[in-house]
């Protein structure tokens, strides 16, 4: 997913809208997976819930834990720019489907975005999606 964001951020700020991710892992760690995925840091703000008090306070510890690893919900939201959610959709698939990747867009009243087919997909998925 993190491919996809990067790639498709100048469109999200065109459309006059920004982007913010959270994460439990630390800002150290976040800079080292970009760094070794695409050799430079990701243009988005990051956020550090190492504490999970985020996670929490919105919902978004998972009872069992990811088959990739962790317990935390990858999640989408919207907010206005008074600060007011206008869109949440708890857990966010956008990494396994490109329909609901491509909503995010719709939501922002942007282009299209350039989903990649990566994270959880299997070969055969990957090729009905491409």
């Known amino acids: 997913m993190a491919a996809s964001l990067k790639q498709d951020y100048a469109k999200m700020l065109k ?62 939201w919207i907010l206005n720019r008074d600060a007011m959610i206008t869109h949440k959709s708890v857990p966010w698939e956008g990494n396994s489907n490109v329909e609901e990747y491509q909503k995010l867009f719709d939501l922002i009243d942007s282009e299209r975005g350039e989903w990649r087919a990566t994270c959880g997909l299997t070969e055969t998925h990957k090729l009905h999606t491409s």
């Open 15 to 76: 459309a006059g809208a920004d982007l913010v991710m959270i994460s439990p892992d630390s800002l150290d760690e976040h800079r080292k997976y970009a760094l070794a995925l695409f050799h430079e840091e990701l243009p988005y703000l990051y956020v550090s819930d190492g504490k999970l008090d985020i996670a929490r306070r919105y919902g978004l510890i998972r009872k069992e834990e990811h088959p990739h690893g962790g317990f935390y919900y990858r999640s989408l």
